[in-house]
């Protein structure tokens, strides 16, 4: 069905994302990171990436706070890319990005959803510790610290 | 449906003026618009009179000798006349025609600001504003190295008075700020407000563009120095704002965009400025516009300023308890009482975004976001909010139907 509504963005399998999302957290030993946020509506998101010495994802972690949709796509996101090597994660693209999310989305919404993919993006440019690489894809890291943690969106404590 | 007798007016036989409200969206749900504080609707009898003028009496203003010229100024300077009249400005050269809200706050901070500011000064704000009443000042602190404060709110959302009144001092030079917050919906004291920045040796702006569509106007009464407002949010066109100025300080500012139209004459060696309110009105300005405007100050004319204020405050009463009713609400403002036709809100554990767009799929408009007001909503300790705002011809079935969208938003994220 590729009518929009309700029920196909906020379909079971989103909500399953959103609810108990995949790699909530931190991910040990991380060696690439990268956060961005949405000004507009609030939603940040942090990833944090192990890139093993051959090139490939071993892990993927996320963190943020935001809408169904930036929070569920970045679940997503994580399952999708681990165990891929870099080169794919890099081809990736957006639109890659909005059918693996699956729901369509009004062009507001797909900003949501491409807030994570974007961040991952950057990540793979951006090695922890080597602050000169960030930024690297034009995104611009969030200037303010975020507060991380728990499901009570749309709040800062 | 034949409305209570205690209503103070008949919205249901008004909106029949409206035609968009009759719209039906996402399977036949009717269309129930509560975004009016981002823009208003606007009625046949404004539309029709954009139509009559392109069709009938369009030229260009204050240049043609010839005939068509000749009626299109006369309904220009008509519609600056009759917003005049509809704020209490004392003369009609007071009342400038810019492009919005924000481009006639934007004409103070160039003109008036560039030309009276220093470093060292001060322009206090309220926590509340808009960015339009924020960035313009910052902008102007960025030239001129003047320092920007902000008044404070109450847990409640209503301006701390008397933060606001000590935080006045010799270096205040300006005060802007909101008679009614867009978001919050507070209603500020703006007559004691501009007299204390007045005692202060302040000059005073009022961004009004949430307050002049929806009760009545006197900026005589206010003593205010600027008004700024915009005519898309009370009926009119897009593309239409006014900026009040006192004549005085009008008088003594330079113009802000130059070109056509706001000069006396100009050689190759430069320029001399033309008159009020010539001099403020560079190149075309919004004449289409202008004339939808005044239809639009007709129409709310004829409902009544007061009753336009008594009934939404109705409506805004009636949100709250439904809201309320509803739980896990948390409402950003003060209580109805105190405040304008604006509810906004935010739902305990779901994102805004997902609030507005469940009750979208319900037929039901609201925004969500931070409405312009970062400071504000950093200050709220919350990103992104709701917010219902209501015009006259919003119903108390509306109301119910907002309501209604929150219970099927809890039916699809709570329904395991």
């Known amino acids: ?157 | 449906m034949a409305t209570a007798p205690s209503l103070p007016l008949d919205a249901e036989s008004l909106r029949r003026d409206f035609p968009i409200l009759a719209t039906r969206i996402h399977g036949d749900k009717p269309l129930v618009y509560l975004d009016n504080a981002a823009t208003t609707q606007r009625p046949r009898q404004v539309i029709q009179t954009l139509v009559d003028a392109y069709e009938n009496r369009y030229a260009n203003v204050h240049r043609g000798i010839h005939w068509l010229s000749e009626q299109s100024t006369d309904l220009y300077e008509e519609a600056r006349e009759s917003v005049r009249r509809f704020i209490n400005a004392e003369r009609r050269h007071e009342v400038i025609f810019t492009t919005g809200c924000t481009a006639s706050i934007n004409l103070v901070a160039r003109s008036w600001g560039d030309q009276n500011v220093r470093a060292g000064d001060e322009i206090l704000l309220t926590i509340m504003e808009h960015h339009s009443n924020i960035v313009p000042w910052q902008q102007l602190a960025q030239r001129t190295g003047c320092r920007i404060r902000f008044a404070p709110i109450d847990s409640q959302g209503r301006l701390q008075v008397e933060q606001f009144e000590a935080l006045l001092n010799e270096r205040t030079r300006l005060v802007a700020l909101a008679a009614v917050s867009n978001v919050l919906g507070t209603i500020n004291p703006v007559e004691s407000l501009i007299a204390a920045a007045h005692r202060a040796g302040a000059v005073v702006l009022v961004d009004a563009a949430q307050s002049v569509p929806h009760e009545p106007t006197d900026v005589r009464r206010w003593d205010a120095d600027f008004v700024a407002f915009s005519g898309h949010k009370m009926l009119g066109p897009s593309g239409v704002g006014i900026l009040y100025g006192r004549e005085r300080l009008l008088e003594a500012m330079p113009p802000f965009l130059g070109g056509g139209s706001m000069i006396r004459r100009v050689t190759v060696d430069g320029f001399e400025p033309g008159d009020l309110p010539a001099r403020f009105e560079a190149g075309t300005p919004p004449i289409v516009p202008a004339l939808g405007l005044t239809s639009a100050i007709e129409y709310l004319e004829s409902v009544g300023l007061e009753k336009i204020h008594r009934y939404e405050q109705l409506l805004a009463e009636r949100a709250h308890e439904l809201l309320e009713a509803e739980g896990d609400i948390r409402f950003l403002g003060p209580p109805p009482e105190f405040k304008a036709g604006i509810v906004s809100f935010t739902v305990d554990g779901i994102h805004a975004h997902d609030v507005a767009q469940v009750l979208d799929r319900q037929g039901v408009a609201i925004r969500a976001g931070h409405h312009c007001a970062m400071p504000l909503h950093k200050q709220l300790g919350v990103v992104a909010s709701n917010r219902a705002s209501f015009y006259f011809y919003n119903t108390l079935e509306e109301v119910e139907l907002l309501a209604a969208g929150l219970r099927e938003l809890k039916r699809v994220f709570r329904r395991r």
């Open chain 1, 1 to 157: 069905m590729s009518h929009s509504n309700e029920e196909d963005i906020y379909q079971e399998h989103i909500l399953d994302h959103y609810e108990d999302p995949y790699h909530r957290g931190h991910c040990d030993h991380a060696t690439h990171a990268h956060e961005d946020d949405n000004p507009l509506c609030g939603d940040v998101i942090h990833v944090e990436l192990r890139i093993s010495s051959q090139g490939r994802v071993d892990e993927a972690w996320f963190d943020g706070e935001g809408c169904c949709i930036s929070q569920a796509s970045a679940s997503m996101l994580m399952e999708r890319i681990e165990g891929k090597s870099v080169e794919e994660v890099k081809q990736f693209s957006a639109d890659d990005m909005l059918k693996l999310f699956g729901a369509r989305l009004t062009p507001n919404r797909q900003k949501c959803c491409l807030l994570s993919w974007r961040v991952v993006q950057a990540a793979m440019h951006s090695p922890v510790g080597d602050e000169s690489a960030r930024d690297e894809s034009g995104a611009t890291s969030a200037s303010k610290p975020a507060q991380f943690g728990g499901p009570d969106l749309g709040e800062e404590s």
